[in-house]
């Protein structure tokens, strides 16, 4: 079953606050309509949250042919939303490539929550460049947002021991992947939009 939000900052919200109060709060999506499920038992009987892990693909990209082109004016708009929604959001690290695009899509939200962006770099392959981006989550004690590109999204998000999400398309933009990472090893994705 996907789990999704009609109001993703709602949703992402309320994960967070859920993960503190160690109380989990379950969106699933049946015919249409959002049902809200709560379970309040003892951290020692649930899944207690963890950290969370947002990942994004970086916004649109200039049309040039540089091998590391800038955002489009419609990329900086969405960056701008990206970070409006993530602001009421606790985190604690930031993750880009060496792209400009995904750099720059986080760069708002950076300078709201005043995070420096940590790189990580793709020089040495994408396999190394997923390692890397593991080892700074597990590393880190809060939670992380992860910009990245369609064909290392879904790798990461296994990486990270979420599930395959398939192909992310070329023209796909304004999606937020969260993974909740929780005490006893499980791994639950929820997938939401932002739009500008």
């Known amino acids: 079953m996907r789990l ?8 992402i919200t309320l994960f967070i606050i859920s993960s503190f109060m160690n109380c989990s ?7 249409g309509n959002i049902k809200q499920q709560t379970n309040t ?22 049309q040039s042919n540089s091998q590391d082109p800038q955002l489009s ?9 990206l970070a409006q929604q993530l602001a009421p ?4 690290q ?14 708002p939200l950076a300078k709201e929550k005043a995070l420096t962006l940590t790189i990580a770099s793709t020089k040495s392959g994408i396999s190394e460049h997923i390692k890397h981006i593991v080892a700074l989550v597990k590393q880190e004690q809060g939670n992380s947002l ?35 990472l929780t005490q006893n090893g ?5 997938q939401s939009h932002f739009v500008q």
Do not use: C, W
């Not at 930031?94 to 760069?107: E, F």
């Open 94 to 107: 930031l993750i880009a490539s060496d792209y400009q695009r995904t750099q720059l899509t986080l760069a």
């Open 73 to 81: 004016a419609v990329g900086m708009q969405r960056a701008q939303a």
């Open 41 to 62: 038992q003892t951290p020692a009987t649930t899944n207690v949250i963890v950290k969370q892990v947002l990942l994004v693909r970086h916004a649109e990209k200039s």
């Open 4 to 11: 999704i939000s009609r109001n993703p900052l709602k949703f």
């Open 146 to 180: 992860i910009a990245g590109h369609s064909n290392t999204l879904p790798l990461i998000i296994s990486a990270l021991g979420g599930p395959n999400i398939g192909t992310i398309s070329e023209s796909s933009y304004g999606g937020i992947y969260q993974l909740q």
């Open 186 to 190: 499980k791994v639950i994705l929820t």
């Open 25 to 31: 709060v379950v969106f699933a999506v049946q015919e």
């Open 89 to 92: 959001v606790a985190l604690s």
